[in-house]
Every structure is written in C-alpha cells, then in structure tokens.
C-alpha cells in the first residue's frame, strides 16, 4: 500500500477542476460537496484522485466502505455473481443468492424472532418500507420520530427526518401523522438536564406524558423510528437508560420499534449492529449503506408478525438485486472472519482517548462522544455557551483535505470520524493526531484557544 497522505499537487488540482466543471453544466446540484474531492480510485483506506493524489479515508463514502474500499472478497463474489445473473426481479420471480444473503441476516441481525426480510436499494427505501410494514401490521396511522435525526430524502423518509431545514425546505406537505419529539442530546440536552440519564428520562416521560397524554393516543402509534446514535445530526450517543426504556414504552402500548442502522450496522459501533450495547431488540430493523461493500442494496428485518403485507401490497424491482446480494455475502464473510467488530471497539476506545486527551487543553473541543469508529468531536466557540463552531469546522475539514485526510460533519458543527474497519492502527493513530494538531492551530488562530 503507497504511503499516505500523498499530495503531489495541490486539490483541486487541473483534472479535478475540469470535471467539476463538467459536472455543475450537466448534474443537478442539489447536493453540497464537503470538498472539491474528485475521486478516481479507492482502495481499502487509501482514496486517489484524479491528479494523482493519494489521501487517507476517514469518512469510508458515508460509513459505507466498512470492509474497504473495492475489498477483494466482495469484488470476486460480485464478479462471479455478475457472470451468471445480473437481474430477475425477485419481487416477481425467485433465486437462490437473495434466499441465502436473508437467511445470513435473520441469524446476525437483533430483530425480533423470528424474523423476515425485505430487500431495498438505499437506506430511505428501507425506512420507506418499515413505515409500510408498521402501519400494515398494526392498523395505526401515527408514527413518533425524533428531533435531530436523519432517516433519508423520499417523501415518506423525509417527513420523519428532522436534521436541518434545508432538507424539507419547499417539499409540504409531507406524510400526515408524523409526531416530532426531542432526541436525548446529552451536551444539549432539551430538558436542560445535567446529566445523561437524567436527559434519557425526561425524553421519555415527554413521549409518555406529554404527547400520550395529551396529544395521541397510544393505540393510535404504528411505530417509533429512531436512530440508536444520531448520524447526521451530529454523531450523537444517547444515554444508557434511553433505547432500553423507548423498547419497554412501545412494548407497554403494542407499538412497532424501528431501528434505523443505517449508518451504524454492520460492526460499525464495536458491535454487529449498535443496539446491542444496550441489549435492544427492535421489532423491525432497516439497514443499507455498509451491507453490500458500496453496491445499491438495503434491508428491512422484522418480526413476522410486522413482516406481514400481502401478496402485491409492496415490491420493488430492483431490490435484493442478485450480484449485490453477492456483495453483501462478502461483506458478512469477511466481517466474520476477520472479527471487525473487535477490531472497531479496540481502534475507536484509543481515537476516543486520544480525543478526550486534547479536549483538556482545546477550548474548541466541547464535546467527544462515540462507539466503536464511529466518533463525533463537537467544537464550539465556547464551552460556557456551547456556541458553535460552523465555520472553524469548514476551515478545518478543506484544511485536513488539502492536507490528504478526508474527514467530514455532521449536525451543526461536529467533525465525524468514520473510516474504513480495516485501516491500519498506525494510519488512523497518525490521522487522529494530524486532526488534533490542525484543531489546536485553528483554534489560536481564530482566538478561541489562549
């Protein structure tokens, strides 16, 4: 593997300015790139541009690559897949590769059992269909989702997404019977409460008291969708005592659970799927993002009585598509083999450490939180008024870019840690501190730090 970060010319270099010329005249820009990053080639941890650049992957496409990038078992089984069958429809017509990946997932995933599987293509499809299968299964119509989360951009995906504005800006009217409620946020929390468990309580007395109470009935509720940590809303961890009491609450009113592991499955957190730390197991569970090794692929996994729609009332074309399903037996494989949940915990406890370490002496850290590799350093301007820091976290991450580190953000001003499982301990070591020693120099340089 080259050495890395390798920057030979200085991005955007001339090639990566050309397409990025190309592709304002031709694609709709709605979308913000982090960076002027032009990617040719990926492989495991180590992004090329086009110029000839080499640079270290710390946000693994949006927590997809978590086995690597173009990782060679995937690639063979996708390529042998490729060879014999590129699609037939499973939602008309059957084959075998589609019956083994979901036979693979009712055994890894903690859904309720026993479970069955429905096949998507993205992570908004899946939350798509857990909507579907909720309502269905339980002849409700509302559905509680949370303040801060991010479940996808389709319609029904996008009325349950409450992240930013600018997401549903000029799209209502959305799905009706959508109940927005806060998301225990320990270092902002809600409630105002001083501690983390004190903020899981008062989320979910709100839930019980105050929207049950006062609001819907809860045998109205379909489902409570949520995220176990926050992705796009900031990388955040709720507390201890939060998912286990939301699992007691909608069992207590017969309603569907939702896990939306988009982001966080597939040994992401240091665990299979993040809900483990807790001990949860949610009646329906959506994944997409990491299952297939960066091919177009999602999953809903639900409990059989949820997993319930007749014959006609949901399909999809493309999903379970056979060379993905290919895919995604790799990744299980090789996640599997080579124990990448071990490997996530042990990685990101050092990372979190080392974060932790500078946060004593960086005013501009407020807050570090995270499991496995899956890590958010919120920087503020203050940490008496928790102000944000916006626009330090742009300048750092074109900073840290130019430099050969791909990092990115999330929420309001959190910079996100999520490389591939598989990087060295050495690469991701240094890149930990190379994003600690530019997070000292911005902070002087901005006079937050003294």
Known sequence: MASVPRIIVEPPGPKAREIIERDSRVLMQSFVRWYPLVVEEVRDYVVKDVDGNLYVDLNAGIAVLNVGGSNPLVVRRAKEQLEKLVHYSLTDFYYEVAVELAEKLVTIVPSRRPSKVFFTNSGAESIEASI?????????????????AFHGRTMGALSLTASKPVHRRRFSPLLPGVIHVPYPYPYRCPFRAEEPEECGDAVLGFIEDWVFGKLVDPTEVAAIVVEPILGEGGYVVPPDNFLPGL??????????????????????????????????????????????????????????????????????????????????????EFIERERLWERAARLGGEAL???????????????????????????????????????????L?????????????????????????????DVLMSAVDAIIEEVRRVCKERGICK
């Open 397 to 425: 991450l074109i900073r840290l870019f130019k430099k050969g580190y791909l990092v990115i953000g999330a929420g309001v001003s959190t910079l996100r840690l999520a490389p591939p499982l598989t990087i060295p301990e």
């Open 247 to 332: 699992q007691r609450l909608a069992d207590k009113h017969g309603i569907v659970l939702v896990a939306d592991e988009v982001q966080t499955g597939f040994a992401r957190t240091g665990r299979w799927f993040a809900v483990e730390h807790w001990n949860v197991r949610p009646h329906v569970i959506a994944l997409a993002k990491a299952i297939a090794g960066g091919l177009p692929l999602g999953a809903v996994v639900g409990h059989e009585h949820v997993m319930s729609i007749e014959p006609g009332g949901h399909a999809t074309t493309f999903g379970g598509n056979p060379v993905s399903a290919a895919a995604a037996l790799g990744v299980i």
């Open 353 to 395: 450490r080392r974060f932790m370490e500078a946060a004593e002496n960086i005013e501009m850290i407020g807050d570090v939180r995270g499991k496995g590799l899956m890590i958010g350093v919120e920087l503020v301007r203050s940490r008496t008024t928790k102000e944000p820091a916006r626009r330090e976290l742009e300048e």
């Open 132 to 148: 579907k299968v909720a309502r269905y299964s339980t002849g409700r119509q509302y559905i509680i989702a949370f303040l801060g």
